[in-house]
């Protein structure tokens, strides 16, 4: 009975750690990034991502975040809600 128990404890760890994913950008995302453009006009400030391959919606709100992170912080003000993020299939 406890080495069922092992074996079915094992089982359960596997299925759920191997289903987890933790994004990084270095590991998923940068081989597949060619150039990243920020431009600001006015107060908003638009990012072009040129990318090859085909990203998924799961991927694009990723990098979106992750790119609002990188260019929303300014000395003075923070311009986080003010960063648009547009990708273009190379």
Same mark, same amino acid.
């Given at each position: 009975m406890?080495? !069922?128990?092992?074996?079915?404890?094992? !089982?359960f760890l596997a299925i &759920?750690?191997? &289903? $987890? =994913? =933790? =994004?990084? $950008?270095? %590991?998923?995302y940068k081989h597949r990034?060619?150039?990243v453009i920020?431009?600001? %006009?006015g107060k908003a400030v638009t990012v072009? *991502?040129?990318?090859? &391959?085909?990203?998924t919606p799961r991927e694009q709100k990723f990098l979106r975040k992750h790119f609002r992170k990188k260019f929303g912080h300014k000395k003075r003000r923070h311009n986080k809600n003010? *960063?648009? *993020?547009v990708f *273009? !299939?190379?």
């Open positions: 406890q080495s !069922l128990n092992i074996i079915l404890l094992s !089982l &759920g750690c191997s &289903g $987890y =994913h =933790h =994004h990084s $950008y270095d %590991r998923d990034i060619i150039k920020p431009e600001e %006009r072009m *991502v040129h990318h090859k &391959g085909k990203l003010k *960063v648009k *993020v *273009v !299939l190379k």
